[in-house]
Each structure stands twice: as C-alpha cells, then as structure tokens.
C-alpha cells in the first residue's frame, strides 16, 4: 500500500511535540532539583548560624561570668588590701601616739648629752614604718625608739626603760659570785639580758631576754630593718652603729661594753649619762664624714615623715626644709656598707613592745 505523503508533517509535529514534551520534563526535573539543592543550602546556612549563634551567645555568657568574677575578685582584694592598710595606719598612729611618752626620759638625756658635746647632729624620736621584707599575711609595723644623724656616722638607739637590777652580757654570778645558786646560768649565751624586778616587799620577778629577744640583737635587727627601708626610699644602703640604752633611773645595771655576739660591727650597751656621752662622742668626732650636711637633713625628712619627734643641735639647728615625698628623698651619693645592727619594734611600758603584728586580710 503506497504511504501517505500528507501523513509526513502529522508526523513531524507529533515528533516535535514528544521531544518538546521530554525536554519539559527534564527541565521540570532538573529545576525541582536545583530547588532541593538551593532548599537545602539555605536549610545548611541556617542551621551554622543558628549554632554560631548560641556559640556567640555562650561564650558572651562565659566572658560575662569571668568578667563578673575577675571583678569580685579584685573588689575582694582591694578591700582586703584597704582594710590591711586602715589597720597597719592605726597602728602607726597608736605607736606615734604613744611612743614618745615612754621615750621621754632617753630622749631627754640623748638631747642633753648633745647639747653638753656641742655636737651637730639630729635626734630622731619613735621613728614608725612598715619594713620591706613583709608579705600580706604576716605585715607588721616597727618602731626605732631614736636615730642619731650626723655627717661621721648614724646610730639607732634602742631604749630600755627597765627598773631593778640588770645584768647584760654578765651573767649574775660572774658580777656576785654568791648568786651562782640563784640562777639557771646554763641558757645565757650571749646576747642575753636578765632582769630582776621587786614587784612586792616579798616577791622578786626575774625575766630573762635571750637570743632573738636580747636587747642587743633586737637593736641590730631594727637597724637593718630601717636599712631596709631606707635603701627602699632612696635607692642608697645606709650604715647604722647600734647602741641599748639603758635609761630607768631606779635601774642597776652590769652589762658588757660592747656586744659583737651576732657578727659583725658591735652593739655599744650604756646604762649612765658618761658612756652615753661617750658613744655620742665617739660616733661624731670620727675623722672621715659619710654623709654631707645636705644628707643629714634629707635623711632627717625622711624619718620626719614616718611620724618621728625631731630635735636638732649644731649646725643643724635650724628649720628643716619642706620635705618632699620620702620616695624622692635623696641621701648619700656614694653607698655605704651595709646595716650593722638591728633591733626589734620599741619598748612597751615598761617592758620591750615587740613589733605590731597586723591581722591577716585574707582570714
């Protein structure tokens, strides 16, 4: 049967009309995908920013908290620190207020002494500071019962205002042999002081001071502590001579000239106005000055400006200038050799006042 040349263009059309139906379906396809795919992405790009975020949100939280944290602590710490301060202040105060009374009587007769030699010289009374060497949890405050100034030299004087009888360096019955029954001499290994007080007409109290408690090595303690100090002020290590004082007028006293038992130079011990005189004598007429006239009198300021009672003979009898801040105290421009003598906080009525233990603020 011959074919149809009229049925040729249906077929053609019909042909294009199934290709054109198979490349919708395939662009109806591929777009569906393409949409999946986009769906996805964007579902994908949601969910990290949905966790970025709460990444963010807890590590604001946790910066927060830290930052909340960081500032308690150092509130904690700066009340501790000011509450430390207001009770190491107070004790300064107390030990200003109520030193100078019981070192009336050897200020008076360090003053005299001076005042007798012609010397030029300051006299320091109650000199009150916090020494270097202490941390938060044991700070104290010290006291130096006076500090003689002059260009030849500096000593540290510690007072003992001590009634009855002393004995210093001397143990009793090397002084009165019929006391070697009285005492357990065995102990008293220099530095030592024994001190016997008639408290009733029937009673007799003996104190013994040994070792770190004698007046001798008290004495050179508190010297190297003010060393300390100083040095911490100005930048300059001072060189302090060391003398006990022993100033009561009731008191007895047998004691060593000089005691050297801890090393180095040795502590002057004087219980009358003539060895005073002489230690005096001897620590401003040495040959060689250490310090200038300038020097002394910074110095002067310095300790001034710890609450210390000033008198002041010779050529520094005259009014002191305005002190500036004691960090820019300048002192002596050549070093000297260090502290040789140190003592421990000042005498309490009538007995020695060890140094003012201040509480621990983190308790």
């Not at 990290?48 to 709460?54: F, I, M």
């Amino acid at each position: 049967m011959p074919f149809d040349q009229s049925l040729v263009p249906w077929i053609i059309a019909a042909l294009l009309l199934v290709v054109l139906i198979v490349v919708a379906v395939v662009l109806r396809a591929r777009a569906k995908r393409a949409l999946t795919a986009a769906k996805a992405a964007a579902d994908e790009q949601a969910r990290a920013a949905r966790e970025q975020h709460v990444a963010l949100a807890a590590a604001h939280d946790d910066a927060l908290a830290q930052a909340a944290a960081d500032h308690a602590r150092e509130r904690d710490t700066l009340g501790a620190e000011r509450q430390a301060a207001l009770t190491e202040a107070k004790q300064a105060r107390d030990l200003v207020a109520a030193g100078l009374k019981w070192e009336a009587t050897s200020r008076d007769d360090i003053a005299e002494t001076c005042r007798q030699l012609g010397v030029d010289a300051v006299l320091l009374t109650n000199v009150v500071f916090v020494p270097v060497a202490t941390s938060a949890s044991s700070r104290f405050v010290a006291q130096v019962d006076h500090v003689l100034l002059s260009e030849t030299g500096v000593m540290v004087i510690e007072n003992k205002g001590w009634n009855g009888i002393v004995f210093d360096g001397l143990t009793p019955s090397s002084v009165f042999p019929a006391f070697a029954g009285l005492f357990d001499e065995s102990t008293m290994t220099p530095p030592f002081a024994l001190q016997v007080v008639k408290d009733s007409p029937t009673v007799l109290t003996v104190r013994t001071h040994l070792g770190r408690d004698a007046p001798a090595s008290q004495v050179r303690r508190q010297a190297q502590r003010l060393s300390d100090r100083v040095q911490a002020e100005t930048g300059v290590r001072l060189w302090f001579d060391t003398c006990v004082f022993y100033s009561h007028r009731d008191a007895t006293v047998f004691a060593t000239e000089r005691d050297a038992t801890d090393g180095g130079a040795a502590t002057a011990i004087v219980s009358h106005r003539s060895q005073l005189a002489g230690v005096v004598r001897e620590l401003t007429s040495r040959p060689t000055k250490k310090l200038s006239r300038a020097r002394v009198d910074d110095l002067a300021r310095l300790f001034a400006s710890y609450g210390a009672d000033v008198l002041r003979f010779g050529a520094h009898a005259h009014e002191l200038r305005e002190a500036p801040e004691p960090r820019e105290a300048p002192v002596a421009s050549t070093p000297q050799v260090a502290v040789a003598s140190v003592p421990e906080a000042a005498d309490a009525p009538p007995q020695e006042a060890a140094d003012v233990q201040l509480p621990d603020p983190t308790e």
